[in-house]
Antibody, heavy 122, light 107 residues
Framework: EVQLVESGGGLVKPGGSLRLSCAAS????????MNWVRQAPGKGLEWVSS????????NYADSVKGRFTISRDNAKNSLYLQMNSLRAEDTAVYYC???????????????WGQGTLVTVSS | DIQMTQSPSSLSASVGDRVTITCRAS??????LAWYQQKPGKAPKLLLY???RLESGVPSRFSGSGSGTDYTLTISSLQPEDFATYYC?????????FGQGTKVEIK
């Protein structure tokens, strides 16, 4: 059974940093592209970042570029999101999501974690 | 970025009703469209991709259609467990973008 379990969320002050983790199991983690998608309270879904299976290509939403860093450790079956210079508008539930396959379908999100809440407030 | 617009934003329906949700892209996306269902406090769940391909395990009362810029999600006979918010998402070009969601409520 595919499982994605996020951790690391919490309350942080504006300008602060936080590192999210996503532990994957039930599939060959190193074969799949992985993503972070967020959802502000009461709002819709926003793709944040993606990293391909081989770690050689990374992409970010303009809203987080230069502040967030995605990474993965295929040996540990883990995905990470380092978030720096956090702003109030980064407050959201952050989901780890698996890309369905190669090529265009890598941006179809077929499995999601339960999410971890990040609150940026003074 | 490709903008995705869903309509309606919300609807009220009864069990057994046929429900249709529309998603329009700001440019052609060549059927690179997925639909997700989200229940309160839960993660989204993939329903369809490729505009009309049903994800494994999803009931056949869900179907998708469309082409070019206009797509629809249809629930042929609404069940109690289908009351949720539905999102479309294009994956034709980066960044992948979502519609604003359609909330399906009980009439």
């Amino acid at each position: 059974e595919v499982q994605l379990v996020e951790s690391g969320g919490g309350l942080v002050k504006p300008g602060g940093s936080l590192r999210l983790s996503c532990a994957a199991s039930g599939f060959t983690f190193s074969s799949y592209n992985m993503n972070w998608v967020r959802q502000a309270p009461g709002k819709g879904l926003e793709w944040v970042s993606s990293i391909i299976s081989s770690n050689t290509y990374i992409n970010y939403a303009d809203s987080v570029k230069g502040r967030f860093t995605i990474s993965r450790d295929n040996a540990k079956n883990s995905l990470y999101l380092q978030m720096n210079s956090l702003r109030a508008e980064d407050t959201a539930v952050y989901y780890c999501a698996r890309g369905m396959g190669l090529g265009p379908r890598s941006n179809v999100f077929d499995y999601w974690g339960q999410g971890t809440l990040v609150t940026v407030s003074s | 970025d490709i903008q995705m617009t869903q309509s309606p934003s919300s609807l009220s329906a009864s069990v057994g009703d046929r429900v249709t949700i529309t998603c329009r892209a700001s440019q052609g996306i060549r059927n690179s469209l997925a639909w997700y269902q989200q229940k309160p406090g839960k993660a989204p769940k993939l329903l369809l991709y490729g505009a009309s391909r049903l994800e494994s395990g999803v009931p056949s009362r869900f179907s998708g259609s469309g082409s070019g810029t206009d797509y629809t999600l249809t629930i042929s006979s609404l069940q109690p467990e289908d009351f949720a918010t539905y999102y479309c998402q294009q994956y034709y070009s980066s960044p992948p973008t979502f519609g604003q969601g359609t909330k399906v409520e009980i009439k």
